[in-house]
């Protein structure tokens, strides 16, 4: 097999290579190479269940590291580390949401420890 020859099925190789990589790419949509992302499970289980803080309106929260997960019409519907499941619409919030949510999303749940009906005044998405 002469060096020439040797070129050119390199060449085709790599050709061949190139339009499966395309046809891959538009097929799903998305990326093929997704080796830096990190999932939300993964993020969620380096923050602690919860802490105890107080902000500017001098008032204590407790903090609930949760996940997003189910948005049925206009509640959001989501869990913490430790189980504590709990839903909520923007209109029942004190503050409105900063971004959208959706399933999966990582977020911080503010209950305003004072308060003994709607706890639950504010959510800011993590990741």
Do not use: R, W
Not at 25 to 48: A, E, N, Q
Not at 56 to 69: G, Q, S
């Amino acid at each position: 097999m002469t060096l020439e020859l040797k070129k050119k099925i390199l060449a085709l190789l790599l050709f061949i290579l190139f339009v499966l990589l395309i046809i891959k790419y538009f097929v799903t949509g998305i990326p093929t190479f997704h080796f830096f992302d990190k999932s939300s499970k993964d993020v969620l289980m380096k923050l602690p269940e919860s802490e105890t803080i107080t902000l500017k309106n001098e008032k204590e929260y407790k903090v609930f590291y949760c996940e997003i997960t189910k948005v049925q019409d206009d509640t959001y519907f989501a869990q913490s580390k430790d189980g504590f499941k709990f839903s909520f619409t923007e209109e029942s919030l004190d503050e409105p949401l900063k971004q959208s949510l959706k399933e999966g999303d990582i977020i911080k749940a503010y209950f305003d420890i004072s308060s003994s009906v709607n706890g639950l005044s504010k959510v800011e998405k993590i990741k």
